[in-house]
């Protein structure tokens, strides 16, 4: 195990009765760095993540964090050693105003906290609805909520699980811009994208799955050209 890796994925097996969804997965995630994670649907992208964080416990193999073993861990201890996470499917509070939906989160509450979410909200440039419901947002807008919620406990490993998924051009070009924004801020990020365009320029280095296996990692110029994933995506 190399010290200077901030996440250590060794031979990941999770199987769902006669469906393996990951299998013998292995990945290695240097800081401050922007990774992409593609595959088709259903060959296990939501499922690494879901065991990284501690939603689904793995049947074989290792995840180390900074080092140290987490799987085995709860969702909560996970989050609170500093990986957040977001969700393919949006999970706000929509009763709550966007301000409230990051309050609910953090760890503390008063002046600090407080003005922690504020910038967060600047960040994705949401301030001025900060009193507004989350239900009255437009989708993109929630889904820029969720974003910023994940970073209010200001983990050192985000994963996002298709943040850009029906989120329109503008919207689209903050997030690419708050995203790019947390590896300056040395964040790790990991992002599930099915938008080539979108994941090819964001991403200093990809990974594909294809039926639980990773079968291609490299820069975008290669995986573009690697014969295992146009069979993946086309040949079919
Ligand atoms: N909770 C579950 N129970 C049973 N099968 C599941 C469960 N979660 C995922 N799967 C199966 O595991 C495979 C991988 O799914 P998933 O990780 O959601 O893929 P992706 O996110 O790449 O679309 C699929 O075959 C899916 O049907
Ligand atoms: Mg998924």
Redesign the pocket.
Known sequence: MRDSLILEVKDLTKR??G?T?ISRCSLALEPRRIYGLI?P????????FNLITGLEHRDEGEVRFKGERIDGLKPHQIALRGIGRTF?IIRIFPELTALENLLVVARSTGGAARRRALELLAFVKLDRLKGEYAGNLSYGQQKLLEFTRVLILDPELILLDEPAAGVNRTLLNDLLEAIRGLKEQGKTVVI?EHDMKVVMGLSEKLFV?DY?EKIAEGPPEAIQNDERVVEAYFGR
Request: hydrophobic fraction near 35%; glycine fraction near 30%; proline fraction near 0%.
């Open positions: 769902f009765g469906v969804a595959g649907n259903g060959s296990g992208k939501t499922t690494l393919q599930v799955l639980g």
